[in-house]
């Protein structure tokens, strides 16, 4: 559960900011708050995807290599 933005807390007592003001800057921090978890996720995602290729190209190239081995030893 998020606490309410209490401007005495951070603000000083002399600054004068509108309702209006703390609501756009909610807004910036919800929108800063968003284009990072979308920037971790998108790293997230690409190294998964990476190491997952990675596997896979083993993986092939592993069983190229023992189907080579098979034509070689099995001749017709």
Do not use: N
């Amino acid at each position: 559960m998020r606490r309410q933005f209490d401007p005495k807390r951070f603000l000083p007592a002399t600054c004068s900011l509108l309702p209006a003001a703390f609501k756009r800057l909610r807004k910036g921090q919800t929108a800063v708050e968003y284009l990072l978890v979308t920037v971790v996720l998108t790293v997230a995602f690409s190294m998964v995807y990476r190491v997952l290729q990675s596997y896979l190209t083993t993986q092939f190239t592993q069983g190229g290599v023992i189907i080579l081995r098979m034509y070689k030893e099995d001749p017709w």
